[in-house]
């Protein structure tokens, strides 16, 4: 069966193809048991082609509204620090009001604002920037989150300034103290940090 990529939603005409545009679920589980495309998301992808972090945000736009952002592990796998989504994505509301949406099991979501200077807009969904994603995660220190950080500083060298000064800027918050510590740390360059 030939694949033609559709439209994404929030987008042009792009490579993503979505379950009930063009082509029904059936349709593309086949496709991929085939071969002809991969699962990218909510999307499914040509086999062919490359993931970019356009793509994967594209892919979970069915997800999320235009009021919150990917943060956490949903922003790592954004910017291309982790290989496969959470099972759970993370949303942090990005606008000034309150929202009143049940979000369900499948996501994690912060009330708490995050300022527009801390997203990107990638592919038309919100993302928290890279150096805020790395300065989260080490502030929160969940299990994981120090190699996800360690991960997306590798791919993002230039980021962990940037991070440091976020964290420099927000000595009030939970976790800063040892977020800075690393930081410090990789900023040096102490390879065995940034891997440990």
């Known amino acids: ?8 939603p929030r987008g042009g005409p792009g490579l993503l193809l979505f379950a ?16 002809d495309v991969v699962e990218l998301g909510e999307a499914y992808l040509p086999a062919d082609a490359a993931e970019t972090p356009t793509l994967r945000a594209r892919s979970l736009a069915p997800l999320v ?5 990917l943060i956490h592990a949903s922003a790592a796998w ?3 620090a982790l290989a496969e989504p959470p099972a759970r994505h993370s949303l942090q509301r990005a606008v000034p009001w309150r929202l009143h949406q049940r979000w369900g099991r499948r996501f994690v979501y912060r ?11 990638i592919g038309g969904v919100g993302v928290a920037t890279v ?7 080490l502030r929160r220190a969940e299990p994981g989150d120090r190699e996800l950080a360690a991960s997306l500083a590798r791919g993002h060298p230039a980021a962990v300034t940037a991070s440091l000064a976020w964290v420099d800027g927000h000595r009030s918050r939970a976790g800063t103290r040892a977020a800075r510590e ?3 740390a990789w900023r040096r360059g102490d390879q065995d940090e940034v891997t440990r």
Not at 111 to 121: C, Q
């Open 1 to 8: 069966m030939p694949i033609h990529p559709s439209s994404a």
């Open 20 to 35: 009930g545009a063009g082509l029904t679920l059936a349709e593309l589980t086949a496709a991929r048991l085939d071969g």
């Open 65 to 69: 509204t235009p009021d919150v952002a």
């Open 78 to 80: 954004v910017h291309g």
């Open 111 to 121: 009330d708490a604002r995050i300022p527009a200077e801390d997203v990107v807009s």
């Open 131 to 137: 150096e805020r994603t790395i300065a989260d995660l």
């Open 182 to 184: 690393t930081l410090r």
